[in-house]
Each structure stands twice: as C-alpha cells, then as structure tokens.
Nanobody, 122 residues
C-alpha cells in the first residue's frame, strides 16, 4: 500500500515560482510511474506531467512545457513539481499520483495525494 501526502501550495503572483512536494510512504516508490495532475471546479483532473523511473522518459502538457518540471529526492522518497513563471490559469488544486502504467488519464493511476491549492493572481 502506498500513501502520498502533498504540500507546498499557496497564493502567489503571476511570474512567481512555487515547488510542490509529494511524500510517499508504505512502499518504495521506484520503479513506479510518478505524475502530477490539476483540477479546477467543475472539471475533471487535467494531466500536467509524468515520469518513468526505469527508462527516464518524461511527458509534459503543452500548457506547462518549459515552465514546469518533475523530479525526485531519492533519500526522502519525495516527488517534486517545480513550477516557474506561473500564470493565473495555472490556478488549481494540484494532485500527485503514482501507478505502474504510463498514462495521461487520471483514472489510470492507482494512488493519489490529498491535493494542494495553488492560486496565482494577475
């Protein structure tokens, strides 16, 4: 069983940077798939980025390409989402996820964090 706990959300201004953290516990995180999704009221969860531990392949949404990146601290078993040059339309609840199959669909992932709110003002 894997548990994911997120932190790092907050209120920032457009152009600022923010780093979200997702701490995994219960099982070793590698070689699982790590991913980030986001969700706004009334919409389904939207793919942001994902990373495969075994082959190092990254997929990233066009809307955040060049601004967001995913990484992991091996010693702390924690996944990060580094968000730079934030825009107001980046505002959402951000969720980390884990699974065994690479996918951009939220319902293909097995484990989820509780979500953390990111609000970007103009």
């Amino acid at each position: 069983q894997v548990q994911l706990v997120e932190s790092g959300g907050g209120l920032v201004q457009a152009g600022d940077s923010l780093r979200l953290s997702c701490a995994a516990s219960g099982r070793t995180f590698s070689p699982k798939i790590a991913a980030w999704f986001r969700q706004t009221p009334g919409k389904e969860r939207e793919f942001v980025t994902t990373f495969t531990w075994d082959v190092g392949y990254t997929q990233i949404a066009d809307s955040v390409k060049g601004r967001f990146s995913i990484s992991r601290d091996m010693s702390k078993n924690t996944v990060f989402l580094q968000m730079n040059n934030l825009r107001p339309d980046d505002s959402a609840v951000y969720y980390c996820a884990a699974g065994t199959t690479l996918s951009i669909k939220w319902n293909d992932y097995n484990y989820w964090g509780q979500g953390t709110q990111v609000t970007v003002s103009a």
